[in-house]
Nanobody
Framework: QVQLVESGGGLVQAGVSLRLSCAAS????????MGWFRQAPGKEREIVAS????????YYADSVKGRFTISRDNAKNTVYLQMNTLKPEDTAVYYC??????????????????WGQGTQVTVSS
């Protein structure tokens, strides 16, 4: 089993930055592809970004390209999501997810077998 714990959410004004963290335990972290998803009220959960097991390959949704950066520290068993120039439309619950799959990119929710509890990000205008 893999346990994922997110932190770093909050209420911020548009234009500022936030960094989310997700600490993993229960499995060798470098064996996991990691992703960040988000779910806004009344909407489907959607992929935000993903990073491969080694950290050298990333994927971003078009809506966050150029503003968000996903990274991982395999020595600290942690994945990060640096969110810059936040917009009100970024408001959502953000979830960390992990997958043992060797496919790439991993965009579909169904490919991730482990999920964190979520952290709320609210961006006011």
């Amino acid at each position: 089993q893999v346990q994922l714990v997110e932190s770093g959410g909050g209420l911020v004004q548009a234009g500022v930055s936030l960094r989310l963290s997700c600490a993993a335990s229960g499995r060798t972290f470098s064996s996991l592809t990691m992703g960040w998803f988000r779910q806004a009220p009344g909407k489907e959960r959607e992929i935000v970004a993903s990073v491969n097991k080694g950290g050298g390959i990333t994927y971003y949704a078009d809506s966050v390209k150029g503003r968000f950066t996903i990274s991982r520290d395999n020595a600290k068993n942690t994945v990060y999501l640096q969110m810059n120039t936040l917009k009100p439309e970024d408001t959502a619950v953000y979830y960390c997810a992990a997958s043992t799959s060797w496919d790439w990119p991993l965009i579909a929710r169904s490919l991730y077998g482990y999920w964190g509890q979520g952290t709320q990000v609210t961006v006011s205008s």
